[in-house]
């Protein structure tokens, strides 16, 4: 059985553990703090793989940001990583194949192969926390697009400029259905500039009638978004995975989304993969890769 030494690179923390080619964890999971500074940065990633490289067969990583059709570079970060982390040349840090993928789309791929969605061969994934990510597969194979930024999520919710995304645009999905919007929307109606994420969900399920309407405010706005993704890509099924899906109730989302789509009937569900997905997503995803 192939193994891969697989890393998930986020702007906060860097998992790392060797899976098979089957999607299995085979190791203890180790985490890591994420530098930074760009050569601190580099210095660690060369240290975790050093420990595990002559143990496997490649390197798989799931990233953040925007990575190339060919699974070798990103063309693009986010504001928290390091601004030279896109020159990275991957294939230094190691004598074995790295293989890279976007962190949604690896997520998209466990689930896909091994979790809430397999066997469906058009499907929507969405990591739902800080921010929010998307991997749509469409007849059993990733959306990447032209040069591979298929699947952001940051098309427009509205049109008058009420939010700034950290896109640098307006009024992005991910500026309403993410944890930061949440958070925003609670700020917005209770007009308190203090309120977190924990007042609102906890408020709501103590049947607080102002955090009640904050959330229904947002899981609607997440519906919104879940209806124009439906309506463009008719999938079999919408999964939601991150640290805020736990707090959504998929069934309303489910009955809701089918009375307003002109689609074929969907399904909104938990995520199964598991908290590492990413970093499965990419072992599995880099071993079929090599098949071909």
């Not at 580099?42 to 059709?69: F, M, R, Y």
């Not at 009640?212 to 706005?221: H, L, S, V």
């Not at 969907?266 to 599995?284: I, L, Q, R």
């Amino acid at each position: 059985m192939r193994k891969a030494l697989a890393l998930d690179i986020g702007g906060t923390k860097i998992y790392s553990a060797i899976v098979d080619e089957n999607g299995e964890i085979l190791s203890r999971i180790e985490k890591t703090s994420t530098p930074k500074q760009y050569e601190g940065l580099i210095l660690c990633l060369k240290n975790i793989i050093h420990k595990c490289e002559k143990e496997v067969d490649l390197i798989a990583i799931s990233t953040c940001g925007t990575v190339n059709n060919d699974n070798t570079k990103i063309l693009g970060s986010t504001g928290n990583m390091a601004k030279e982390y896109p020159s990275t040349d991957f294939q230094s840090l190691s004598e074995k194949p790295v293989f890279l993928e976007n962190d949604a789309n690896c997520a998209a791929w466990a689930e896909y192969r091994l979790g809430a969605s397999k066997g469906c061969l058009h499907s929507i994934t969405l990591t739902l926390g800080t921010g929010v990510g998307g991997g749509i597969i469409v007849d059993g194979k990733l959306l990447k697009g032209q040069n591979g930024a298929a699947g952001e999520m940051h098309f427009k919710m509205r049109t008058d400029r009420m939010r700034k995304c950290t896109c640098g645009s307006w009024d992005c999905f991910e500026a309403y259905a993410s944890g930061t919007g949440l958070k925003k929307t609670g700020e917005e109606i209770s007009h308190n500039p203090n309120i977190t994420t924990y007042d609102i969900i906890g408020g709501q399920k103590l049947d607080d009638a102002v955090m009640i309407m904050i959330y229904e405010r947002w899981q609607n706005d997440i519906l919104e978004g879940l209806i124009g993704l439906a309506n463009l890509f008719d999938p079999e099924i919408i999964v939601l995975s991150g640290s805020m899906a736990e707090f959504v109730d998929t069934a309303y989302l489910t009955d809701a989304l089918n009375e307003e789509i002109v689609t074929t009937p969907t399904k909104v569900v938990k995520a199964s993969a598991g908290n590492y997905s990413g970093m499965v997503g990419a072992a599995v995803l880099a071993f079929e890769k090599c098949k071909e």
